[in-house]
């Protein structure tokens, strides 16, 4: 079985900015960026994304594609090793942790998980080819660019999220439509309150989407009223989906403490868990922001944890 001191589990910002920092300190990490992991490309959500235009350094944006590749490549530069490989099982009852992949088994002295989250999809007629095409799941990451500007917007859900998400797009879209299954929201009292009080919001109750519309581009949606099943065409530029994340912590078997819908819990203001030596940073402990750049600075701080905690411990 290989050894390592630093072993990092997972390739989006959080994972790549804790390979350049653990790197430079001469910690020689190595990576298991994954192969299509929860279905998502090495590299994370971020590889769904074109255009990225909220992470500093790149005044006219950047896709999310290339900017993945940028921050893999500086990984690599200061010697992050990085293998294509996907975690299946760890074992983290003792020190060195053991992890297995399907190539390989390795035992850590520590250990970073920055797997990130999968956004919920629904998968609707038409999603696949419409993707980013005026299809997202990140109203904050994609409601600001020029495609959606001053254009009827639709945000699916009803949770605070889904309140939020449709209170920032009313910034950018002429118009904001609330899909929601049944009469009445799930979201707090207060924030609904704001949300049925702006003027650029109609709620479209008891409703689902069912088809996405459009050449090229989403130009409209079919929508079912779920009580009297009658469907109609609305006409919209944007269709947000807001019905929550998948935090990819499956592989963990429940070794780290995880809160109610899976995030794993750290310590206040720290990336440590609650077993020394591990840390997570990035979406996987972040069910709040779930942006690139707070998951890069979470990145940070557990490469810096880990330097920290592996100069202070020998096996």
Not at 130 to 143: H, Y
Request: proline share 3%.
């Amino acid at each position: 079985m290989e050894k390592e001191r630093l072993v990092i589990v997972g390739s989006g910002p959080a994972g790549h900015t804790a390979g350049i920092y653990a790197a430079r300190a001469n910690l020689a990490p190595l990576m298991f960026e994954g192969f299509m992991a929860g279905g998502v490309a090495a590299g994370g959500q971020l590889t769904t994304t074109t255009d990225v235009e909220n992470y500093p350094g790149f005044p006219e944006g950047v896709d999310g594609t290339k900017l993945t590749e940028l921050f893999r490549a500086q990984s690599a530069r200061f010697g992050t090793r990085i293998l294509t490989e996907t975690i299946e099982t760890v074992d983290l009852s003792k020190r060195p942790f053991h992890l297995r992949s399907s190539e390989r088994e390795v035992a850590a002295e520590a250990l970073i998980i920055a797997t990130g989250a999968t956004a919920k999809r629904l998968h609707i007629a038409g999603e696949d080819r419409l993707w980013q095409a005026g299809i997202s799941a990140c109203a904050v990451c994609d409601g600001a660019l020029p495609m959606y500007r001053d254009k009827v917007l639709m945000v699916i859900g009803g949770g605070d999220t889904a309140v939020e998400e449709a209170t920032h797009l009313t910034k950018f879209g002429s118009k904001v439509l609330v899909v929601h299954r049944r009469h009445e929201l799930r979201a707090s009292k207060i924030m609904q309150q704001r949300l049925l009080a702006n003027p650029k919001v109609e709620m479209v109750w008891d409703s689902v989407v069912e088809e996405a519309l459009g050449e090229g581009v989403l130009q409209a949606l079919r929508v079912r009223n779920v009580k009297t099943n009658l469907t109609r065409e609305i006409a919209a530029g944007g269709l947000f989906y807001a019905i929550g994340h998948v935090p990819n912590t499956e592989f963990l078997g429940r070794q780290l403490t995880l809160d109610e819908t899976g995030y794993i819990v750290t310590r206040p203001g720290t990336t440590q868990t609650s077993v020394a030596g591990v840390f997570a940073a990035g979406d996987v402990q972040d069910r709040v922001w779930r942006q690139a750049i707070t998951a890069a600075g979470t990145g940070c701080m557990a490469a810096l944890e880990a330097e920290r905690f592996l100069h202070e411990h020998t096996v």
